[in-house]
């Protein structure tokens, strides 16, 4: 919807992010005022000091994050690194990013979500923006199995990659309209190119596509990690279990 900030900025030569107290609401007004000169659009969410003296982070609506000075006429739009003896590189406009992620995930309830359970203790949970004719969606969703046995619980959110006028969409509509105790079973069927009873009903489809867009999903499948960690693309389960820390 804000593809045109990016671009905006990029023409006026802005160009490279992080965290501290909020701004006083002086600074705050200032680098709005000024962000609005670019578009009156852009939604600005919080201002804050950033960790490098002298800068503000800007938060805006759409989940970016770009830097600023107190009086906005510099702005920088990327990461934002800090080097330190004992961390080395450590990008704290991903930290940032990951924070923001992790109170998102947070709201979603979980009767919106189609979960895949282990049997046994759950050791893991990833929550996976999916669609359902999505080639690399359907491995993942193989692996789905193997990723259970190891304690890892699969949360799935739709992600439906051509929007509302999709076929995808139509598909993940019918099955996140399905009985609660059936979505799992049509969601297997549907990624296996079966068909299901088309319906209709208020469903969080387009609520989660948008939540995707705002936490950085850029295609699909895209794995959000319980820190907050955003992981584009499928993972072989036994990939996925090192990176959350689990032992083979």
Not at 35 to 40: I, N, P, Q, R, T
Not at 82 to 100: H, I, M, V, Y
Request: hydrophobic share 40%; aromatic share 8%.
């Amino acid at each position: 919807m804000y593809k045109s900030i990016l671009s905006a900025l990029l023409v006026l030569g802005f160009s490279g992010a992080l965290q501290a107290a909020e701004a006083d609401a002086g600074v705050t007004e200032v680098i709005t005022r000024q962000l609005m000169k670019v578009d009156a659009r852009i939604p600005v969410e919080s201002v804050k000091a950033a960790q490098m003296p002298g800068m503000y982070e800007v938060v805006l609506g759409t989940g970016e994050v770009l830097y600023a000075d107190p009086q906005g006429e510099y702005f920088m739009l990327g990461q934002l690194y800090k080097l330190s003896d004992d961390k080395g590189f450590e990008n704290l406009t991903e930290e940032r990013l990951n924070a923001q992620r992790v109170a998102l995930m947070a709201a979603v309830e979980a009767k919106d979500l189609i979960s895949f359970k282990p049997a046994g203790e759950t050791k893991a949970t990833i929550a996976v923006f999916t669609d359902v004719d999505c080639p690399y969606c359907r491995k993942l969703h193989a692996e789905v199995p193997k990723l259970n046995e190891m304690g890892i619980q699969v949360d799935y959110l739709a992600f439906p990659r051509g929007g509302e006028r999709s076929a995808a969409f139509t598909k993940m509509q019918s099955v996140w309209c399905s009985a609660s105790d059936k979505r799992g079973e049509n969601l297997t069927k549907v990624k296996n190119g079966e068909s299901i009873e088309e319906q209709v009903c208020d469903s969080p489809v387009m609520e989660q596509f948008a939540l995707g867009q705002k936490v950085g999903v850029t295609g699909t499948p895209a794995l959000v990690f319980e820190d907050g960690s955003l992981v584009p693309g499928y993972m072989p389960a036994a990939r996925l279990a090192q990176m959350l820390g689990l032992a083979q």
